[in-house]
């Protein structure tokens, strides 16, 4: 695990306690929950450990201004009517020279199709015939990440007036790192995050002791005016019905070596894509952009 290489390879706890505050963000699990070898395949297929934490120049660095949803609204304009929306498929059976989609809303048949959500989705599906054992397994093994995100709105950036960035990191059993996420249009705001161990246990409580025990902790970091917000919201990513969980799958201890193979590899007309099967920016959005291009290759060769 990362927890078993940090303790080996690691003698100071506050760096201890950095790369635990830091990997939850990241993975949203706990440093025992984690393969070492996916950890460091993580951190290569984004240029190594840095750019993955960074701001500036890094993979926290950019935001699309009218919000993420702004991306695949557009591509929906693009696709127009072949775009059916609340139609999720609850079975794939694979029969000759074609594939048969079923769901509440009907059936669509098609000569492949390429399956783009994660793992822990990707297995609630039923097919016909059933998927290969080590990808069934590889499935099995892998979860989403657990994760709260926290939006804090204020009349003015007080910690920028304080002389402080805005962004922490923190061992507390609440929030383990901070961001400024002020928009464009100038609304000052911090973005927390409660991941891992602390979002299982603060997404069981009562909303609004997650708010107090979140704002508590940033006034301990920021001071007291952290607690003025003028605006709170949160969401607990596990209960998102079609992520359920945030911001990825990660691997366990052995998946990779004994099924990671698996994880890729068509099964007859089925192709999967989906950033978690990216070599490249794996867990983000542009390892999404490779795993598409990759199964749309596969697919215009078959």
């Given at each position: 695990t990362l927890e078993a290489m940090k303790r080996r390879l690691i003698p100071s706890q506050d760096v201890r306690d950095l790369l635990d505050a830091s990997m939850r963000v990241v993975f949203g699990a706990e440093p025992r929950e984690i393969s070492y070898l996916h950890f460091l395949f993580y951190a290569n297929a984004a240029g190594g450990l840095l750019p993955l934490i960074d701001v500036e120049g890094g993979a926290q660095q950019d935001r699309f201004v009218d919000g993420a949803q702004s991306?695949?609204?557009?591509?929906?304009k693009d696709l127009g009517d072949a775009l059916h929306l609340g139609s999720p498929v609850e079975a794939i059976e694979q029969t000759g020279a074609l594939v048969t989609l079923r769901g509440p809303s009907g059936t669509v048949k098609a000569r492949h199709v390429i399956i783009a959500v994660p793992p822990n989705l990707a297995a609630r599906i039923r097919f016909e015939p059933q998927l290969p054992a080590p990808l069934d397994m590889l499935w099995q093994r892998t979860p989403m990440g657990s994760t709260i995100k926290c939006h804090l709105l204020y009349d003015r950036k007080f910690w920028k007036e304080a002389g402080l960035s805005g962004e922490a990191v923190s061992n507390s059993d609440v929030v383990s790192v901070v961001f400024d996420n002020s928009t464009h249009q100038g609304q000052p705001a911090l973005l927390a995050f409660v991941v891992g161990d602390a979002a299982r246990r603060w997404g069981a409580q009562d909303p609004e002791q997650r708010r107090q025990a979140v704002v508590d902790t940033l006034v301990r970091m920021f001071g007291p005016q952290a607690a003025r917000y003028t605006h709170y919201q949160d969401l607990d990513w596990s209960q998102e019905l079609w992520t359920r969980g945030c911001p990825n799958c990660a691997f366990p201890p052995g998946a990779w070596t004994t099924l990671g193979q698996a994880s890729r590899r068509p099964v007859g007309r089925i192709h999967?894509?989906?950033?978690?099967?990216?070599?490249?920016?794996?867990?983000?959005m542009e390892g999404a952009l490779e795993a598409a291009e990759r199964a749309a290759t596969e697919v215009l060769r078959a």
């Amino acid at each position: 695990t990362l927890e078993a290489m940090k303790r080996r390879l690691i003698p100071s706890q506050d760096v201890r306690d950095l790369l635990d505050a830091s990997m939850r963000v990241v993975f949203g699990a706990e440093p025992r929950e984690i393969s070492y070898l996916h950890f460091l395949f993580y951190a290569n297929a984004a240029g190594g450990l840095l750019p993955l934490i960074d701001v500036e120049g890094g993979a926290q660095q950019d935001r699309f201004v009218d919000g993420a949803q702004s991306l695949p609204d557009r591509l929906a304009k693009d696709l127009g009517d072949a775009l059916h929306l609340g139609s999720p498929v609850e079975a794939i059976e694979q029969t000759g020279a074609l594939v048969t989609l079923r769901g509440p809303s009907g059936t669509v048949k098609a000569r492949h199709v390429i399956i783009a959500v994660p793992p822990n989705l990707a297995a609630r599906i039923r097919f016909e015939p059933q998927l290969p054992a080590p990808l069934d397994m590889l499935w099995q093994r892998t979860p989403m990440g657990s994760t709260i995100k926290c939006h804090l709105l204020y009349d003015r950036k007080f910690w920028k007036e304080a002389g402080l960035s805005g962004e922490a990191v923190s061992n507390s059993d609440v929030v383990s790192v901070v961001f400024d996420n002020s928009t464009h249009q100038g609304q000052p705001a911090l973005l927390a995050f409660v991941v891992g161990d602390a979002a299982r246990r603060w997404g069981a409580q009562d909303p609004e002791q997650r708010r107090q025990a979140v704002v508590d902790t940033l006034v301990r970091m920021f001071g007291p005016q952290a607690a003025r917000y003028t605006h709170y919201q949160d969401l607990d990513w596990s209960q998102e019905l079609w992520t359920r969980g945030c911001p990825n799958c990660a691997f366990p201890p052995g998946a990779w070596t004994t099924l990671g193979q698996a994880s890729r590899r068509p099964v007859g007309r089925i192709h999967w894509a989906g950033t978690e099967t990216a070599t490249q920016w794996y867990g983000f959005m542009e390892g999404a952009l490779e795993a598409a291009e990759r199964a749309a290759t596969e697919v215009l060769r078959a």
